[in-house]
């Protein structure tokens, strides 16, 4: 009797312990990174801040200054501009801040005295269920005062800290990527550069653009709201540029707060023009600053955006939103050069293969042999 033999597994150990070692590897890859969020989030803003100052750095490079000059200047002049801004801007900012909280409690009770709001009170109890779950969420005990302190404590040291790298990375960071290019094939050397240049100009154009339109949407708002007399200008000014950093919801979660509290402080009619000059400035945006200022910068299809954004908010909250798009933009670089490159290899394969098709026979190669029956001989 024949033995019947099975054929020999595909499998071995040592695949097994590979494929083993790469998922530990991996798993402990992510729980570094869960562990180390915070630096590598002061690590992705000091990042893209210099990406934002580079081009200052360079318009005084082409005008003579040496680099580690030209970097020194702008930071000096980032440092006095924060600092002109903490000891003139900041007192009036606490103040109106601390005004604005006194006062949403008789905000709110003219609200309730509004007789839509009456009327959906008494028919589906609505400020009791609104009263019941604040209560519930939020907590009615402060915190203990060490937290306090140590949470001010880390925002200090953070902000030091993005400082610091942010210096680096405009002194340091070419001859980092330099010498990291030196584990890259020689023969690839020149197109990571390319890319590595492509990724530097999207992302830094996207953020001078970006920071630009904020800036000028608060000067918008507090000017405005400086001119109708209401008294939060400064800090709803403030709130409406860092909401301006934010695509798409940013702006619009900004005119809601300023025009509701235009209405609640300075009455309806002031309230009204806030929300024409709003919705004027929107326009002029839109269709003028946002084209002229960021003609180059990131070019995504607003699907993908909104996708991105919801993405990056969900990861890491407002930090993730605001830098969701610019890691974006640098990916979409990355993914572009690789799709020109299979576009490339598949019309070089459609090429060879028309050739093959079209090209001429041959007289000295054999002819293969063929299917139709021989001629009958007379």
């Known amino acids: 009797m024949a033995l019947r033999t099975h054929p020999r597994s595909q499998v071995t150990p040592r695949t097994v312990w590979t494929v083993a070692a790469n998922v530990m590897a991996l798993v402990a890859l992510l729980w ?93 109890d609505l400020i009791d269920r609104i009263s019941t779950e604040l209560r519930e969420r939020i907590p009615v005990t402060p915190g203990p005062v060490l937290g306090v302190v140590t949470n001010i404590l880390q925002q200090v040291a953070g902000m030091v800290t993005i400082a610091v790298l942010t210096l680096f990375f405009l002194l340091f960071g070419k001859e980092l990527f330099d010498k990291a290019l030196l584990w890259v094939e020689p023969s690839r050397r020149e197109n990571w550069k390319k890319l590595a240049h492509r990724m530097h100009s999207a992302v830094g154009r996207y953020l001078v653009g970006t920071l630009l339109v904020s800036f000028i949407g608060g000067a918008v708002t507090t000017v405005t709201l400086l001119l109708l007399g209401v008294p939060y200008f400064l800090p709803l000014g403030l709130a409406m540029a860092m909401l301006g950093l934010v695509p798409f919801v940013g702006a619009a979660l900004g005119a809601v707060l300023v025009v509701g509290t235009t209405f609640a402080s300075a009455g309806l009619k002031a309230g009204i023009i806030s929300l024409g000059v709003f919705l004027a400035y929107q326009q002029v945006e839109g269709h003028l600053l946002q084209p002229l200022i960021q003609r180059q910068t990131l070019k995504m299809n607003p699907l993908l955006i909104a996708l991105v954004m919801l993405l990056g908010t969900s990861l890491a909250g407002i930090l993730g939103a605001l830098l969701a798009l610019p890691v974006a933009g640098a990916i979409q670089v990355l993914l572009q050069d690789r799709l020109r490159k299979l576009n490339e290899e598949w019309r070089s394969r459609e090429s060879d293969a028309m050739r093959i098709v079209h090209a001429p026979e041959d007289p000295r190669l054999p002819r293969p042999p063929s299917s139709e029956p021989p001629e009958p001989r007379h």
Do not use: C, K
């Open 32 to 124: 570094l990174l869960t562990q180390a969020w915070t630096i590598l989030s002061w690590m992705l803003v000091a990042l893209f801040l210099a990406l934002a100052a580079h081009p200052v750095v360079r318009w005084l490079e082409r005008q003579g200054a040496h680099r580690s000059m030209a970097v020194a200047a702008v930071f000096l002049l980032g440092l006095g501009l924060v600092t002109a801004l903490v000891m003139t801007l900041v007192p009036m900012l606490i103040e109106q801040g601390r005004a604005l909280v006194q006062a949403v409690p008789a905000y709110i009770e003219q609200f309730q005295n509004q007789p839509w709001v009456e009327r959906l009170d008494e028919r589906y």
